[in-house]
């Protein structure tokens, strides 16, 4: 059922919805299928995201949809590392170096005591990074009032810090805020925890980086395709060296998420029963491991904020063309 093709299904346009998973700097690839979506006409039903895949649902369904590109566009700008356009590896591995010492300007920057913590008779600290430029920034770029009255349904998902439990936090359900944005891509160690409702809030890409079993917590009635933006790779050559090392460390431990949410998902619906509308899968994953540094989730240079986008706008195209 769930490999069903939508051309045998009949000749209404399926429904479609989206998972947008977490990957920091990585995120930019989510543009560019934002993008390549508007150009094909195609507005989901459902978007789920998790970490920078929150933060794309929010940019691009928080005020008019035709203004969700400049929206998008504007945050990278705002988080790009202008010191060097990031041609070359060196640079590039020295920019994510800047970025996890200093913080970048427009998104994060170091806090008090932060590092000094660790040092003794240091006061204690949790975090350290500041994410009050990042609240600023998405204040100014979403609007929470058009994000709740979406005729998209958009859920975010967050980890309770003290008891590990995810929570999905839907503009169905609840009214969206920025507090709840941040919630979903408060990274521990690296920025604080956000409370919502007293508890401590994380990014639940720890253990949900891929959010696609959200997309079925009701019932699929119609033909649909399932969108799943993933900014990991599975699959890639041996690495020959510590960076390519980290790098695929990094790659597996996120992919193993999304192949295990795709084979959940795929068992659920081969038991459901015959009133579920047939389901197409659609992977968009990020895979230039040709060009990415092992630390690439923090390197904000110019060129792989372009690289990753273009890539976005390519995935879907192939995936269309399919």
């Not at 006409?41 to 929010?58: K, R």
């Not at 500041?130 to 967050?158: F, G, I, K, Q, W």
């Amino acid at each position: 059922m769930a490999d069903d093709i939508m051309a045998d299904a009949g000749p209404s346009a399926p429904d479609d919805i989206v998972a947008l998973s977490g990957g920091n700097a990585l995120g930019a690839f989510h543009g560019g299928v934002v993008e390549a979506f508007l150009d094909h006409g195609i507005l989901p039903q459902h978007v789920a995201g998790t970490s920078i895949g929150a933060v794309t649902a929010a940019l691009w369904l928080g005020g008019p949809v035709d203004g969700a590109v400049d929206r998008l566009r504007a945050f990278w700008q705002a988080a790009a590392d202008k010191s060097g356009f990031g041609l070359t590896t060196t640079w590039r591995k020295s920019a994510l170096t800047r970025a996890l010492l200093l913080g970048r300007a427009g998104l994060f920057h170091p806090s008090f005591p932060g590092f000094l913590a660790a040092l003794p008779g240091a006061p204690a600290d949790d975090h350290l990074f500041d994410t009050r430029p990042m609240h600023r920034l998405l204040e100014r770029l979403v609007d929470v009032d058009a994000l709740n009255a979406s005729p998209t349904r958009v859920t975010m998902l967050s980890l309770d810090q003290s008891s590990g439990e995810v929570l999905t936090f839907d503009n169905r359900s609840i009214d969206l805020t920025i507090d709840h944005v941040l919630a979903s891509s408060s990274l521990p160690l690296a920025f604080p925890p956000v409370l919502i409702d007293g508890r401590p809030m994380v990014d639940a890409g720890l253990s949900e980086n891929c959010p696609v079993r959200r997309l079925f917590d009701h019932p699929i009635t119609r033909p649909t395709r399932c969108w799943v933006a993933d900014l990991w790779p599975a699959r890639a050559p041996r690495a020959s060296s510590l960076d390519e090392v980290l790098g695929r460390t990094q790659d597996l431990a996120f992919a193993a998420q999304r192949q295990w949410a795709l084979e959940h998902v795929r068992t659920l619906l081969d038991r459901a029963d015959a009133n579920t509308g047939p389901v197409e899968f659609r992977e968009l994953i990020l895979n230039q491991t040709d060009w990415e540094v092992g630390g690439k989730a923090f390197d904000y240079t110019p060129a792989s904020l372009q690289r990753r986008w273009a890539a976005g706008r390519t995935a879907v195209a192939m995936a269309l063309a399919a």
